[in-house]
């Protein structure tokens, strides 16, 4: 699998000289398998740029949403294969009791909000309610499950191989844990996270902000570190970069958290724009 960072931010976008290295795009990441499948994790305003770039001979994509909060969606409507006829989207999301993923998607893509409906898109689009538990498309074997975060909220599994992606973009494991990491079948997320090649999770915070968020459903990198730690993941890059984290504060927030966390994980921050090779 080819994984690769389309946008890294949380909450809001903030593009500017202050972000340029790690980045001012929402929460997209893209995962290509060995036989050119692609899934998109997120629909974030990163999403805009996967969408141009996508080779012309896909005819299929599908997208994976963890949640609809507005940095998570937000770049949906602006994504090219759903104005291209005879391409296959299939949109994939956390169910609701209240209402249908194409209701509440619809939400957004309509007026006043957004000026062109789901129904007038040219696409053959596709929208599922992702289940609890094991589904396939192509080669990709995905586990999702709901994970601490405020609305209902997927974290996803992904696996080529022997080779295995989690991405846990807005969660807080830590919430009401005295002691953390505790348990592992009281940990949110353990599941989905245990011995990952790689680990895209929530470091939205420093250690000295988390008092004033608490419950907000997001981790700070040092938590993030422990929870990669305990889930045995063998590489962890940090996500959901907070709007107010300039590209001069994420520097210092990476280095004090390796500086102070003796924890057994490779740790990357996550920039924009970057790829990795995830091999069985």
Sequence with gaps: ??????????????????????????ACVEVKGEDGSVLV????????RLGTGLDRAIRRVDVLLTHLHMDHIQGLGFFAPLYQPGMEVHIWGPPSALQGLRTRIGRYMSPPLFP????DLPCDLQIHDAPRGRF????????ADLVCHPGPTMGFRITEGDATVC??????????AKHFPFRREWTSGYDLAKDADLLIHDAQYG?????????WGHSTMSQAMRFATFVRA????????????????????VDRTQAECDCDVDLIAGTEGATFAVKS
């Design 1 to 26: 699998m080819n994984v690769t960072l389309w946008g890294t931010r949380g909450s809001l976008a903030d593009a500017g000289p202050q972000t340029v290295r790690y980045g001012g795009n929402t």
């Design 41 to 48: 994790l997120d629909a974030g305003t990163g999403i805009r």
């Design 116 to 119: 062109v409906l789901i129904r």
């Design 136 to 143: 396939t498309i192509g080669n990709f074997s995905i586990d």
């Design 167 to 176: 991405y846990l973009p807005d969660h807080e494991p830590a919430l009401g």
């Design 207 to 215: 250690d000295e902000e988390y008092a004033r968020y608490f419950g």
């Design 234 to 253: 063998r590489r962890l890059v940090t996500f959901h970069h907070d709007p107010s984290h300039d590209d001069a504060s994420l520097d210092a927030l």
